[in-house]
């Protein structure tokens, strides 16, 4: 057994006599269904029976004894584990005790360090007018039209549409594209785009050699080099839209609140500092669960770790599915991800036990009200009736989960009433 660990080992030992007897019932009920050659149905001797289907026998027998002992031993040595007990290193000889070793992990056993009143400082956020003038020139942006330019060649900050084919240098499938759009100039154009687009008229077609960084966001070019031929079909230039009440009209759409410009960026100020606020907190509780981790050293169970990776990992891949892309269609190493993601997924684990025990000495819980709170709450936006949601979450055993959630949002928000929080001053 090692205390460092939440892996725990138990070398058991069953008498002899129990598994006698466990062997002669199994076999005894063998011989009455089984078929051997030679022998109508249920009449073949036992002492045959034990030869022809001794690991059959035994098979039964370690099923139907050692549960029972790992059982009785986990009672007397006051263990509750939190994984199924793989059992190995089985000793079954006939007429001898059958003698195993019962592997599992439990919780943690740990002291809670002071919880109460934990100091942790927030980021500043700022919501003047230089962030109100940042959101509507987001807006803005959205709302740009890109006009055709004539009579002139491409420079920095139009946008040249090309038609492109490229062939890997060194061998492999070619590239072809039709109606990009590439931002003469920008940061995020490769430069040999810039270079030779730059000057090139529509209906003109240019021929050069790209070469991608290694760290380049998509995995099928990154360290690539293309020779490319490119059609330049078009030259636009972004249109912003005009600074005045119409716009703000229009911004607003059909839902209104607002219709002149002025109006427009006291809402922008109002969400703002709403923003702000949730913003703060949400920060808040992630350096209070991060301080409280810190505060408290103790080993947790691999199985939990191994859980919360896949979740993470499993956070991901929803993430991809969300913006479109299919999982299965990137260059992306899951494995090297999951790993990655290890030493979070064990402070994640810890947050969790710690709650769960702060909770405990706080006596804070979810009350039924609650629980129905949220099941109403999920029900309208379904479009289930509560009775049927609540029934469906029953019996698929959300509910359980659901109220632990509940717990542990409550008691996290104890700690934020409860913590010393200053917010940090911006840097100018």
Request: hydrophobic share 35%; net charge negative.
């Amino acid at each position: 057994m090692t205390e460092a660990t939440c892996k725990r080992e138990l070398e058991l030992e069953i008498p002899a006599e129990n598994v006698t007897k466990a062997t002669e019932k199994v076999a005894r009920d063998l011989a009455r269904v089984a078929r051997v050659p030679g022998f109508r149905p249920g009449k073949a001797p036992v002492t045959l029976i034990r030869r022809r289907f001794a690991e059959d026998i035994q098979g039964e027998v370690l099923q139907s004894l050692v549960p029972e002992y790992i059982e009785k031993a986990l009672e007397e040595k006051k263990l509750i584990p939190i994984t199924r007990p793989s059992v190995d290193k089985v000793d079954f000889k006939e007429g001898e005790p059958l003698r195993f070793r019962a592997v599992f992990e439990v919780l943690p056993e740990f002291e809670l360090g002071d919880y109460k009143n934990l100091a942790i400082n927030v980021d500043a956020i700022e919501t003047g007018d230089a962030q109100v003038d940042k959101t509507i020139e987001d807006i803005r942006e959205r709302a740009a039209t890109f006009v055709p330019v004539e009579g002139r060649a491409a420079k920095d900050g139009d946008y040249v549409l090309i038609k492109l084919s490229g062939i890997p240098v060194g061998g492999g499938e070619p590239v072809q594209a039709d109606n990009i759009m590439c931002h003469i100039g920008a940061e995020e154009t490769l430069e040999s785009f810039t270079e030779n687009l730059r000057g090139a008229s529509s209906g003109e077609t240019k021929q050069f050699r790209s070469q991608y960084p290694d760290d380049y966001p998509d995995q099928k070019l990154a360290g690539k080099a293309y020779d490319y031929t490119v059609e330049v079909q078009g030259i636009k230039e972004k249109k912003l839209p005009e600074l005045n009440d119409e716009f703000a009209k229009d911004a607003a759409g059909e839902k209104g609140g607002f219709s002149t410009l002025e109006e427009m960026r006291k809402l922008i100020s109002k969400d703002l500092e709403a923003a702000k606020e949730d913003q703060q907190k949400t920060q808040a509780r992630e350096k209070l669960l991060e301080a409280l981790v810190k505060q408290h050293d103790f080993p947790v169970p691999e199985a939990l770790v191994e859980h919360q990776m896949n979740v993470r990992l499993e956070r991901s891949v929803r993430a991809l599915t969300a913006q479109g892309v299919d999982p299965r269609a990137v260059n992306i190493d899951w494995v090297a991800l999951r790993n990655h993601q290890r030493e979070r997924a064990v402070d994640d684990v810890k947050a969790e036990l710690l709650i769960d025990r702060i909770a405990e000495a706080e006596k804070i819980d979810a009350t039924d009200e609650e629980v129905e709170k949220e099941i109403q709450a999920l029900a309208e936006h379904s479009g289930e009736s509560a009775t049927a949601l609540r029934a469906r979450l029953t019996k698929q055993g959300v509910l359980d989960r659901m109220k632990s959630k509940l717990r542990s949002d409550k008691t996290i928000e104890w700690l934020y009433r409860n913590a010393r929080i200053e917010t940090a001053k911006s840097e100018k």
